[in-house]
């Protein structure tokens, strides 16, 4: 009993295991390479599958989701002998499971490769300067070629991009300098323009308050000169209006003649000549004006005779010590 009972456990572990080879779940956006006898048979795609056991075999699992690989710095030479080191990233996704498996013996180590030899010769081409600012051109060439050279592989390259482009320290010092005075010529630019365009306004400024100022005075001065004609013209009205005597305008002519004599510096008297008629009127109506009449008289009456037009008698003032 012992031998066939160890015999029906042997069976009962091979099918076990036969059942296990024969049932092969496949997960979701992944795929499986059949061989049988060592040849290519079919590729299991997602879900549940079913294979002949110690006859077929799984080659390879491979992930059909996007993969992202970087590679490490790469040194390339610049179209002016410059060595600059270039961080790529590859994002790539196996469209064909069968080609990625048999084209190719190792996809990975093949794009790397093909992305340094494919880098210097992009780079190769290009100066410094240009190589720093033309980083979309770059991943655009670098994504054209390895895509058509991965699609024989089953793979298709979706997206390139550069992490970084390091030049040597030397050069790195003399760009930090360049941009330094760049920045410091810009800020001198700025300040002069900013100086010169306050200038400029402040003159401005000044100009228009002389011009206001000017045209202020000249408006000022017309309406004094206006008020000073209507003052004139009314007082020259009012005078003809109140048709003044002999004897007012005597009395008046005396009143103006210690305003004349104001201030020690005036040596010389201009007196009118009419004067003489004047203090003649006055005289007759005020007696105790003979003398001063008498004298102003004979003054004004030969000033009268000598010429009816008005002169003037220029008399010495006494200065006062």
Do not use: C
Request: glycine share 8%.
């Amino acid at each position: 009993m012992e031998p066939i009972i160890i015999v029906l456990i042997i069976l009962v572990v091979l099918v076990f295991i036969a059942l296990i080879k024969t049932i092969q779940v496949i997960p979701q956006a992944s795929a499986a390479i059949v061989e049988r006898f060592g040849r290519y048979t079919r590729t299991l795609n997602a879900g549940l599958n079913i294979v002949v056991p110690f006859i077929d075999s799984i080659r390879n699992r491979i992930d059909l989701r996007e993969q992202v690989v970087p590679f490490p710095p790469q040194p390339v030479i610049t179209q002016d002998n410059l060595v600059v080191n270039i961080d790529t990233v590859i994002y790539y996704q196996v469209t064909d499971a069968r080609a990625a498996t048999y084209e190719v013996a190792s996809y990975i180590q093949a794009i790397e490769q093909l992305t340094v030899t494919t880098l210097r010769n992009i780079i190769g081409g290009m100066d410094l300067e240009r190589t720093l600012t033309s980083r979309e051109e770059i991943n655009a060439a670098l994504r054209g070629v390895l895509d058509e050279a991965t699609g024989k592989w089953g793979i298709r390259v979706n997206r390139v991009e550069l992490k970084a482009i390091e030049p040597p320290t030397s050069i790195q010092d003399s760009m930090e300098k360049q941009m330094r005075a760049d920045r410091d010529k810009r800020a001198a630019i700025l300040t002069a323009e900013g100086t010169r365009q306050a200038a400029i306004l402040t003159a401005e400024g000044e100009k228009q308050s002389q011009i206001l100022r000017a045209e202020g005075e000249a408006k000022a001065a017309a309406l004094r000169a206006e008020g000073e004609a209507q003052a004139i013209r009314t007082v020259f009205e009012s005078i003809h209006a109140g048709d003044p005597d002999q004897k007012l305008l005597s009395y008046q002519y005396l009143q103006m003649l210690p305003k004349i004599a104001e201030g020690d510096a005036n040596k010389l008297w201009i007196v009118p000549s009419e004067i003489g008629d004047a203090l003649k009127g006055l005289s007759g109506a005020i007696g105790n004006f003979g003398p001063l009449g008498g004298g102003s008289g004979g003054s004004g009456g030969s000033g009268s005779a000598g010429n009816n037009s008005t002169s003037t008698d220029r008399r010495e003032k006494p200065s006062i010590d």
